[in-house]
Structure formats: C-alpha cells, structure tokens
C-alpha cells in the first residue's frame, strides 16, 4: 500500500478557505486519490477523489500534483461543521477495493 | 446518496458475553461490506472484508473466530463479537460499496462497551 503523509492537525478560520495536503510519494500509477473524513463519533464520510486532473464536487476541490506525488484537498469556505479529521487515501481499484485509512489531519475551524 | 445504518449505535455488555452488530445499506445493494474497528485517538483499522454469499477475509491479527462476520444478503452484514472481553470495547464501523464502485458509505458507528 502506498504511504501517506498529512499534518497531524490543522486551524481555519471560519469562511476562509482551507488547504489541506497529502504527500504520497509512493502511489502506483493506478491509484485514485480519495479523501474522506470524519466527523467527532461519526463514520467517514467520502468527500471527493482523483485519478490525475483537479477535481471539484459540491464540497470541495481536489488540486492534483503534475507528478501525482502530493495533492491538496481544498474547502473554499470552511464552516464550523467542516471540522472533522481528514483522511487521504490511495485506492486502488482492482479486485480488493479496500481502504487504508492513516492518521489524517484534524482540522479545527475557528469562529 | 446511499445510505448506511446500523444497530445497536451502543451497547454495553458482560465480559464473557456475544454481541451482534447489525450493518445494513438502506438504499443500495452491498457487494462488499467492509468492518472496521477503532480505539479513541486512533484511526480506523480494516478487520475483515465480506462479500455477499462468501466467506469473509480476515486482516491479519483479527481473530475469526472471535469477530463472526455474515454477509447473508445484499443489504445486511452482521459482526458478532463473540465472549467479549474488556479490551474488544471499542468504536465498530462498517461500510459498504457495490460493483465497480469508486466509494464506500460508511455507517454511523457502534460504540461497545465491554465490563
């Protein structure tokens, strides 16, 4: 499995964009970039994935590097209940289709 | 989106004793569920992955005869933990995907409490 490296925590302010980067360095060619997070006694919820190109959905962005060694996962307002712990993830979509979740950054959004 | 209860949400039980969790997909059919296990302050670690109809596969170091896992039908997997002990308690999770799916949909999370 392809290891990643996040911050263990992150601040925001409330309604300022949020950046949040994932190295993966190791991650084979095949792999989607997924991101999910969790909210405080919550199951992970999926937030967004991608293979090569910048992503968005409605609720966030997803900026892939050119050498897909890092991306960064971006909320463009955080609000106070986008604090959660977010994980960035390698999936590979063969026959196992499992998720490996690492320790994730804790974001705290300030109001 | 695709919708993923389960029950009990908590449960405290006697050592010695079995509890059954139930994980169901209320809108989709689940090919796949996947259980989960998570202490406080840890991230979530894969305990096994079930396909309907099949035999689940175990992550190494889970006990499969002590973590029972059906997968009898398309919307319902069952986690049985059987003769508890105090360090099984724990936050359970399941999710569950269908065919050629990029996502898992996770459940809102069973809280055990073993004592």
């Known amino acids: 499995d392809a290891k990643t490296t996040q911050p263990n925590s992150m601040e925001s302010n409330e309604e300022e964009p949020v950046h949040l980067p994932c190295n993966h360095s190791t991650i084979s060619g095949t792999d989607y970039i997924h991101w999910y997070r969790q909210l405080p006694s919550q199951g992970p919820e999926y937030v967004i994935h991608g293979l090569t190109s910048n992503v968005n959905n409605r609720m966030a962005s997803l900026a892939i590097a050119e050498d897909r060694k890092s991306s960064t996962l971006i909320l463009h307002r955080a609000t106070l209940r986008d604090a959660a712990v977010y994980y960035c993830i390698p999936f590979s979509s063969g026959s196992a289709r499992q998720l490996t979740f690492g320790s994730g950054t804790q974001l705290t959004v300030l109001p | 989106g695709a919708v993923v209860s389960q029950h009990p949400s908590w449960v405290i039980c006697k050592s010695g004793t079995s509890v059954k969790i139930e994980c169901r997909s209320l809108d989709f059919q689940a090919t796949t569920m996947f259980w989960y296990r998570q202490f406080p302050k840890q991230s979530l670690m894969l305990m096994a992955t079930?396909?309907?109809?099949?035999?689940?596969?175990?992550e190494q170091g889970v006990e499969k005869d002590k973590f029972l896992i059906n997968h009898a039908s398309l919307t319902l997997s069952t986690l049985t933990v059987t003769s508890a002990h105090p360090e099984d308690s724990s936050f359970y999770i399941c999710s569950a995907s269908w065919a050629n799916s990029y996502e898992q949909y996770f459940g809102p999370g069973t809280r055990l409490t073993v004592t």
């Open positions: 079930s396909n309907e109809g099949s035999k689940a596969t175990y």
